[in-house]
């Protein structure tokens, strides 16, 4: 037998790592050589029991003070101590908390929760549907249970029988050293059940694929790109089985004149240069109507406007962004005989 490595070293930790560093050590390893991910690996398979067999001693306190007084001995004298008989099951028994999220199954093979996919679809709306909030109706295909049999694909009237070769389980466990690995059943496929006679609406599929459409509240102030969620309208993978989720990726018609910024719009505004200079009242466009603004006296070009609270609402939150103006002081082209005399008598003075 292989001499045993240090536990702390297995994990890659400290000796006085706390319990959530031996935990996030033990979970980056069992990600990494998990059976599942590396089928047929034994070196992967060894790493792992190997990984396994560190945190159920370190994440224990009781066997982890024992292991540190008196080493590999104190805590197993005879191999695995924790989980060695049922494989595994057992492993995962012990430590679906964290092993759970990592794999589809829910930690527990016999566990099995399949979920139908997830889908996507776009939307398209305006920027003033933006701004003020819109409700839309979404058309997509999903995947739905056929009506005929409600998706057992056998024919009405008739049923599946169950699989003998898993005894409808839909996998197959078979020993392999420490382990009870466990593969889809190559007879049914997985399903647990074989049809004889097919339903003949989905041809023994169960399922079969429709156009649906969904109306979708569209929140104010909804930016381009955004992605909103329907929970549970995605496709059914079987009789009683979760749907999975529909994203709606939400696309916003540019404005022909502001730009924007999250919650900011940006819009610039031409001012004659005798405005600039003299200062004076201007108006100017925003989202919620025409609004005066002042402009002082010596005006730049290129000054910027900010107005409070004038521009999109912003999502999920109370109030507005802004607006910011950008006043371009134009020169003028053409000028009309009396503009010229004027000018040219401004220039006099020095201008
Ligand atoms: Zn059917
Ligand atoms: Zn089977």
Redesign the pocket.
């Known amino acids: 037998m292989m001499s045993k490595r240090c536990y702390y070293e297995v994990l890659g930790i400290p000796k006085d790592a706390n319990s959530e560093s031996i935990k996030r050590a033990y979970r980056k390893l069992a990600m990494r050589f998990h059976p599942d991910r590396n089928p047929d690996d034994p070196a992967a398979e060894d790493r792992f029991k190997e990984a396994s067999e560190a945190y159920g001693v370190l994440s224990d306190p009781e066997r982890r003070t024992t292991y540190d007084r008196f080493g590999h001995d104190g805590v197993n004298g005879h191999g695995f101590n924790g989980f060695s008989a049922g494989g595994f099951d057992d492993i995962f028994a012990h430590f679906g908390d964290i092993l759970g999220d990592l794999f589809g199954h829910g930690g527990h093979p016999g566990a099995s929760c399949r979920r139908g996919a997830n889908l996507h679809a776009e939307l398209e709306i305006s920027f003033e549907e933006a701004f003020g909030g819109t409700k839309k109706d979404v058309t997509f295909e999903r995947v739905d249970l056929c009506g005929g049999c409600e998706g057992t694909g056998a024919r009405p009237g008739s049923k599946p029988q169950r ?1 003998g ?2 005894q409808g389980s ?1 996998r197959i466990a078979r020993q392999q050293g420490f382990f009870l690995v466990q593969t889809t ?1 190559p ?2 496929q997985g ?2 059940a074989i049809i004889k006679d097919r339903c003949p609406d989905c041809k023994g599929e169960g399922t079969h694929r429709v156009q649906r459409t969904l109306s979708i509240k569209v929140p104010a102030g909804v930016d381009d790109g955004t992605r909103l969620r329907a929970s549970g309208e995605g496709d059914v993978a079987g009789p009683g089985l979760p749907r999975g989720d529909l994203a709606i990726c939400v696309r916003v018609a540019p404005h022909p004149v502001f730009q924007r910024e999250g919650a900011d719009v940006f819009l610039h505004k031409e001012i004659p240069f005798s405005l600039a200079a003299l200062g004076g009242e201007l108006t100017v466009d925003t989202l919620h109507g025409a609004q005066s603004i002042d402009v002082p006296p010596g005006t730049r070009s290129g000054t910027v406007v900010r107005l409070r609270n004038r521009g999109m609402p912003r999502v999920n939150e109370l109030g507005y962004g802004d607006e910011l103006v950008t006043l371009d002081v134009v020169v003028p082209g053409e000028l009309t005989g009396e503009q010229a005399t004027l000018l040219a008598r401004l220039r006099e003075t020095g201008l």
Do not use: P, Q
């Open positions: 699989c070769s898993c839909g059943c007879v049914c399903a647990g």
